[in-house]
Nanobody
Framework: QVHLAESGGGSVQAGGSLRLSCSISGVTASSYYMGWFRQAPGKDREGLAFIDSDGSTTYAASVKDRFTISLDNTRNTLYFHMNSLRPEDTGMYSC?????????????????????????WGQGTRVTVSS
């Protein structure tokens, strides 16, 4: 009964900030491995940030100095604090989660930024950044 639901998307001017939320139900999120993904218009979905069960985080180079992924264990909610937004940040943002430390496919271990690494996905929330 694991369910992920994103919220907080919307329209914002370049240079502005936005905080996305991903509520997790059915499980204790602190024991999961989670990430934020974005699919820009005409592009494939890409991994932006990852957080593991001990709170360690990893970021894509494009957002490393601007975005922050965090987990509120009390509220069982994953957050994505996005600062200094740019038009190229426009897209559909989705959260993903998986209970396994690692997942494998095709004879290899999936990386944090690969879609198949995650068992559960939210429906996404749209973010539009205007210049």
């Amino acid at each position: 009964q694991v369910h992920l639901a994103e919220s907080g998307g919307g329209s914002v001017q370049a240079g502005g900030s936005l905080r996305l939320s991903c509520s997790i139900s059915g499980v204790t999120a602190s024991s999961y491995y989670m990430g934020w993904f974005r699919q820009a218009p005409g592009k494939d979905r890409e991994g932006l940030a990852f957080i593991d069960s001990d709170g360690s985080t990893t970021y894509a180079a494009s957002v490393k100095d601007r975005f922050t992924i965090s987990l509120d264990n009390t509220r069982n909610t994953l957050y994505f604090h996005m600062n200094s937004l740019r038009p190229e940040d426009t897209g559909m943002y989705s959260c993903a989660a998986d209970p396994s430390t690692y997942r494998y496919g095709g004879g290899r271990r999936y990386s944090w930024y690969e879609d198949p690494r995650y068992k559960y996905w939210g429906q996404g929330t749209r973010v539009t950044v205007s210049s």
